[in-house]
C-alpha cells in the first residue's frame, strides 16, 4: 500500500464516510494554524482504501491535531484486517521517508465504530506502536433512558436528582452561548481544570459543527448550569463542556441537568451522548467517573497509541 497526499478540495470529493466531523476537511482547515503542516493522506493499493487529516508540528505527526480522536476513514467499503495492517506499514514507511520523529493516534472510543476500531488498534500495535494511554470514555444509550429515569440510576444519584427537583430547578435550550460559556468557565476556575477552548474559539467552531446549548436556572431564574453539545455524527452527541456555577453546588443542578439532557434528546431517533473520557493519561478521575457512571453512563476503550522514529 502507498500513501499520496492531496488536497483539502481532494479529499473532500473522496466518496467517504468519516468517524465524525473531527475528520472533517472544514473543521480541520479552521484549526490548521495550531500545527506547522496540515495534509490530507490517501492510502492506496490501486484501489483507494482511507483518507485520514494530519497535523503535523516539529516533526510529530498528529491524528488527530486538535480535536478529541481520529480514525481511518475508509474510501472503499468492507476492508479486512490485512488492509489496515498494510495502510499502517505504509504510515511508517511515509513518516521515515518525510524525516519525521514520532507519529500520535488517538482512536475514537470504542463505540463509534468498534469493528474498524479493533482492527486499526491491533494494526498499530503489531507494527511498532506502543500504548500511551488507555483512557476509560463514558457516554449515555439514549435506548436506556425511560421514565421515571430516577428509577434506572444510582440511589445516592437519585436521591440528588428528586433534591434537585424539589428546589424548583429548571431546564431550557438556548441561544445564549455567552452565558453557557461564562459558567463553564467559572467552574473550570473554580475547579481548578483547565479550559482549551476560548469563547472565540466555539464561535468559530459553530460555523462547522452543530452545536446545542442548555441553561439550568434555580427557582429565582439565576443561572445555575450550562452545557455545551457538539453533533458530531447522525447518530451521535458529544458533551464538550457542562458544569455548574460554584454557589449552586448544594442544588444539585447537575444531576438535573444530566437529566433533563437525556429526555430532551430520547426518541430523537439520536443513538447516544458521548460524555468524554474521565482518565488523564488513563489516570483516573473517580469522583468524575463515579458521577457519570451514577447517572447511567456505560463506559468503554479509548487509546492512544504512538511510535518514535
Not at 51 to 72: C, D, E, T, Y
Not at 95 to 115: E, I, T
Not at 170 to 180: G, I, N, Y
Request: net charge neutral; with cysteine; proline share 5%.
Amino acid at each position: 500500500m502507498q500513501i499520496t497526499e492531496i488536497t483539502a478540495k481532494e479529499y473532500d470529493l473522496m466518496p467517504k464516510e468519516v468517524c465524525s466531523v473531527f475528520d472533517t476537511s472544514a473543521f480541520c482547515e479552521l484549526n490548521k494554524a495550531k500545527v506547522d503542516q496540515l495534509t490530507y493522506l490517501l492510502f492506496h493499493d490501486g484501489k483507494n482504501r482511507f483518507v485520514i487529516p494530519a497535523g503535523i508540528k516539529n516533526s510529530v505527526v498528529k491524528f488527530p491535531f486538535s480535536a478529541s480522536f481520529a480514525m481511518l476513514n475508509e474510501v472503499s467499503k468492507h476492508n479486512k484486517i490485512l488492509c489496515y495492517h498494510e495502510a499502517i506499514k505504509a504510515l511508517n514507511a511515509w513518516a521515515v521517508q518525510n524525516g519525521h520523529r514520532r507519529v500520535v493516534f488517538s482512536l475514537p472510543p470504542h463505540f463509534y465504530q468498534p469493528d474498524k476500531t479493533t482492527m486499526l488498534a491491533n494494526a498499530l500495535l503489531q507494527n511498532g506502536y506502543t500504548l500511551d494511554a488507555f483512557e476509560v470514555n463514558y457516554e449515555y444509550d439514549l435506548k436506556n433512558f425511560t421514565e421515571p429515569y430516577e428509577m434506572t440510576i444510582d440511589p445516592k444519584a437519585r436521591q440528588k436528582l428528586r433534591a434537585a427537583i424539589k428546589k424548583g430547578l429548571t431546564f431550557e435550550k438556548t441561544e445564549d452561548l455567552p452565558l453557557v460559556y461564562e459558567i463553564i468557565r467559572r467552574n473550570r476556575a473554580y475547579r481548578g481544570f483547565p479550559l482549551w477552548m476560548s469563547l472565540a474559539d466555539v464561535q468559530a467552531t459553530q460555523k462547522v459543527i452543530n452545536m446545542d446549548f442548555f441553561l439550568v436556572k434555580d427557582a429565582s431564574g439565576t443561572p445555575a448550569a450550562s452545557a455545551l453539545i457538539y453533533h458530531l455524527t447522525p447518530e451521535v452527541l458529544r458533551v464538550i463542556y457542562w458544569g455548574n456555577t460554584p454557589e449552586s453546588e448544594e442544588l444539585r443542578p447537575m444531576n438535573f441537568l444530566a437529566y433533563h439532557v437525556f429526555k430532551y434528546y430520547a426518541g430523537s431517533g439520536l443513538r447516544r451522548i458521548d460524555i468524554g473520557h474521565s482518565t488523564d493519561d488513563g489516570i483516573p478521575n473517580f469522583g468524575l467517573c463515579d458521577f457519570k457512571q451514577s447517572i447511567g453512563c456505560n463506559c468503554s476503550p479509548k487509546c492512544v497509541f504512538s511510535k518514535n522514529f
